[in-house]
């Protein structure tokens, strides 16, 4: 095949690529934001927006110069990958075994719950507890994902009980389900054993879920890719179409976002094909894939949800409106993370450009269409990669590029050869390492310090040393707890006691998970610490004057910043142990935007608080228990704003 036919796109892809390198820094600073947002890139004067803008115009600018430059190209076929005899079955199950215990030894519930809840397991702990107290998701209490994320954990709680014990166990089950079904396309197009351990490990790292919460399960980043890669596989095959409708619907319902990116990607498919083959048949394949996936996806809302699906769409409307508007954002700027993402980007924009010049003599292969799919999931998925912009949110953008890379899938109508693959594997290798470093102090935190020093204690056979016995009205997860603090079982004690027993709680600012740590109802619409905005938090505040039986706690070091400090003043930016920690620096550079930005993001979000909540608190409300840690409020008089 000859290779200099694809210089002059080679050459354009690149220099776009440089291009794209200062205009993501300096075009977002040129413009301002909507009135009311608060955020750190806020603060720093970066509009998200228009960086994802940015980043939409560069894909579509370099797929039609790839595409002008690239129409007069010999389309030499490409030599498929050499075939290796597939491992015998006790090797083809050797692996998946390995990843079972592995797993298990990892996410060991016994040895997770003692020092439990360490992250974002909290939010969903948080709504599984309103729920068994009567709440609805999204009628009663704000919820960032889709109810099918949180309906089988709330059901599975019900079957067992509401402890940290079990909801370890429905992650374990989760982190089971995500490993073993990412060995399906490693098992099903890779033959060699060895060359399966490597792809495994690889891929594997960018789905280690650290912050044990389902939300950062990989069930959501990968099952967009499956989608895609079956799609790829037999696009025109109507018994699978529907089956994908299917699959996009269950996402919709448990990951708007990868749902809606999944459901582009398709799109980007069978348009693809109708517009090189003019395949009437795609047509018909999108249009059964989209009618199964509306109904399914409306379906499951209202089977879940019922009448309080409108109610969510209301919460999933606002929070993308407050989102786009450039809420809870950080200023992206270049890691080693964020160039190998955007450097497999331009290997897709390329490979699509190339694809698109030529004619489409008959279906293209599995590989060529999924890199079309990836492309344009990627495309989508960067609204909320660049907004964000730390790890979590961005790499997931690039996972089905990687996958269109690293299997070895037939193509026919792009150039993907030896080189091109060697290149994507070494950028996802870049991806995982700058993935793995940036959770370092995660990692320390759950799995050294918590996994493996339970585990220490268990094989020495020490007694684990919980609290005395909680008697609270509600369940609570500080029973199961190894040496709590003094403090919180002193404060647990006082909220289990008359005449505050069955009170419902208010948890100011970074206490939004103490309720279900001690047992009590919490009170108002906030899942978290986040207010998305104004309206939310004069919301809150109405809320509370309308309730004044309501109790509130608070941080100690936070009433008396309240009390001590004028109304205005603003949090002053700390730094945070769990975004800087050790090696801070180094991940700031190679891993993540949000290192840096957390301190302020924190301040903000304290300062937030006190304007639109705090300040009320401190004139209306009284101290009726208190202790080094935490005070717990009462209301004093009539409230006044």
Not at 80 to 102: D, E, F, H, Q, Y
Not at 341 to 353: P, T
Not at 369 to 383: N, P, R, S
Request: hydrophobic content about 50%.
């Amino acid at each position: 095949m000859n290779t200099h036919q694809y210089w002059p796109g080679v050459i354009l892809a690149t220099l776009s690529f440089l291009l794209l390198l200062p205009l993501m820094l300096w075009l977002p600073e040129q413009f301002g934001h909507a009135p009311g947002v608060i955020s750190a890139a806020q603060a720093e004067g970066y509009n998200n927006r228009i960086a994802h803008l940015t980043s939409l115009l560069w894909i579509l600018f370099t797929v039609t110069g790839v595409w002008v430059l690239s129409r007069n190209t010999d389309q030499s076929p490409i030599a498929p990958p050499r075939s290796v005899n597939k491992p015998g079955l006790a090797l083809s199950c050797l692996l998946p075994m390995i990843t079972i215990l592995a797993v298990v030894f990892l996410y060991f519930p016994p040895a997770l719950a003692p020092k439990g809840s360490y992250f974002e397991e909290s939010i969903h702990l948080t709504a599984i507890h309103r729920m068994l107290g009567g709440d609805v998701p999204y009628l009663d209490f704000e919820f960032l994902y889709g109810p099918l994320m949180l309906y089988p954990a709330y059901w599975w709680t019900q079957l067992t009980s509401f402890s940290l014990t079990s909801f370890y166990t429905y992650v374990m089950m989760l982190e089971l389900l995500v490993m073993l079904a990412l060995l399906i396309p490693i098992q099903t197009y890779i033959s060699s054993f060895w060359a399966r351990v490597g792809a495994f490990l690889l891929l594997s790292s960018l789905y280690f879920n650290t912050m044990l919460g389902p939300n950062q399960n990989g069930l959501r980043k990968l099952m967009g890719v499956l989608i895609l890669i079956s799609v790829a596989q037999r696009p025109l095959h109507f018994g699978l179409s529907a089956l994908h409708g299917v699959a996009v619907g269950l996402l919709l319902s448990y990951s708007q976002e990868f749902g809606a990116a999944t459901a582009i990607g398709i799109l980007a498919i069978y348009a693809s094909l109708f517009i090189k083959l003019r395949d009437k048949r795609a047509i018909l394949a999108l249009l059964l894939t989209g009618a199964v996936s509306c109904i399914v996806w409306l379906g499951c809302l209202w089977l879940l949800l019922g009448p309080a699906m409108m109610d969510y769409f209301s919460v999933i409307r606002y929070l993308t409106a407050q989102f786009d508007s450039g809420e809870a954002a950080f200023r992206f700027y270049w890691t080693a993370s964020s160039l190998a993402v955007f450097a497999l980007i331009l290997i897709a924009i390329w490979l699509v450009g190339t694809a698109l010049s030529r004619k489409w003599t008959e279906m293209p292969g599995p590989g060529d269409l999924l890199a079309i799919g990836a492309l344009a999931y990627a495309a989508l998925l960067l609204k909320s990669g660049l907004s964000r912009a730390d790890q979590w949110h961005l790499v997931p953008c690039a996972l089905p590029i990687a996958f269109s890379l690293i299997l070895p899938l037939r193509t026919s109508v792009m150039p993907i050869t030896r080189r091109v693959r060697v290149l994507g594997i070494m950028l996802t290798l870049i991806l995982a390492l700058t993935y793995s470093f940036g959770q370092f102090t995660i990692v320390r935190y759950v799995f050294r310090e918590g996994l493996l020093a339970n585990y220490k204690a268990m094989l020495s056979d020490q007694a684990p040393q919980t609290a005395q016995h909680i008697d609270s009205e509600r369940p609570n997860i500080l029973n199961e707890r190894r040496n709590p603090s003094e403090d919180i079982v002193e404060l647990a004690t006082f909220l289990a006691e008359p005449p505050q027993r069955g009170a419902r709680v208010f948890a100011y600012d970074r206490l939004w998970s103490l309720p279900m740590k001690v047992g009590v109802s919490k009170f108002g619409y906030l899942t978290d610490n986040f207010i998305y905005g104004d309206d939310r938090g004069n919301l809150l505040r109405q809320a509370l004057s309308e309730n004044p039986d309501v109790l509130v706690v608070i941080e100690r070091e936070a009433y008396d910043w309240l009390r001590s400090t004028p109304e205005d003043t603003s949090a002053t930016p700390e730094p945070d142990w769990i975004s800087s920690g050790q090696f801070g620096r180094l991940r700031e550079i190679l891993s993540s935007a949000h290192v840096p930005a957390v301190p302020t993001e924190v301040a903000q979000i304290q300062t937030r608080w006190r304007r639109l909540v705090g300040n009320y608190l401190a004139d209306n409300y009284t101290p009726i228990f208190s202790n080094d840690s935490y005070v717990v409020l009462g209301y004093r008089n009539e409230p006044t704003d």
